[in-house]
């Protein structure tokens, strides 16, 4: 999806949360909760990277859980 088709800023989430697996990087989890609350999908996987690191690797079987269950 490229910036000019995505909503603007700040309305209501999407009607219902889907990976995204056309921008993503892995499975797309991150891209596709970028969708669901109109957020930049870097910034969705930088927070993902540091919460992964803070907290010693739980973030990975959170990603997963995410990924196998949005499929």
Known sequence: ?????????GGPPSNGFSLDKR?????GV???IA?????????VRIGFVAGTLIGFGSLLLVYAAIALIAD
Do not use: H, I, V
Request: aromatic share 16%; with cysteine.
């Open 35 to 43: 969708n669901y609350f109109n957020w930049d999908p870097m910034l």
């Open 23 to 27: 921008n993503a990087k892995l499975w």
């Open 1 to 9: 999806m490229s910036n000019l088709e995505r909503k603007p800023a």
């Open 30 to 32: 991150c891209s596709g």
